[in-house]
Nanobody
Framework: QVQLVESGGGLVQAGDSLRLSCAASKRTASNNAMGWFRQAPGKEREFVAGVSWTGGRTTYADSVKGRFSISRDNAKDTVYLQMNALKPEDTAVYYC????????????????WGQGTQVTVSS
């Protein structure tokens, strides 16, 4: 059974940091890129960050560049999203995703989704 289990969300103040984790069940993400998306109330789901299977290529939405960092540990089948200098506009449900391919992850190329974890940033 495919499982992506996210953790690390919560309520923080502007300027604080959080680290999200996404643990994949065995072989769910083998040879696949992974990433994070988010969806705020009343808005469409949007790409946040992606990492290739090898970890050698990372991509970020312009809105989080310089503040967020994505990484993965294939030995643990886990992907992380370190979020620094959080802003109220970062408030959303954050979803982990496994891509169809091994290099990039886009909204239309997602193989599996996690259940989401809420991040709320107060001003």
């Amino acid at each position: 059974q495919v499982q992506l289990v996210e953790s690390g969300g919560g309520l923080v103040q502007a300027g604080d940091s959080l680290r999200l984790s996404c643990a994949a069940s065995k072989r769910t993400a083998s040879n696949n890129a992974m990433g994070w998306f988010r969806q705020a109330p009343g808005k469409e789901r949007e790409f946040v960050a992606g990492v290739s299977w090898t970890g050698g290529r990372t991509t970020y939405a312009d809105s989080v560049k310089g503040r967020f960092s994505i990484s993965r540990d294939n030995a643990k089948d886990t992907v992380y999203l370190q979020m620094n200098a959080l802003k109220p506009e970062d408030t959303a449900v954050y979803y982990c995703a496994v891509a169809l391919g091994s290099v990039a992850v886009t909204l239309t190329q997602v193989r599996y989704w996690g259940q989401g974890t809420q991040v709320t940033v107060s001003s």
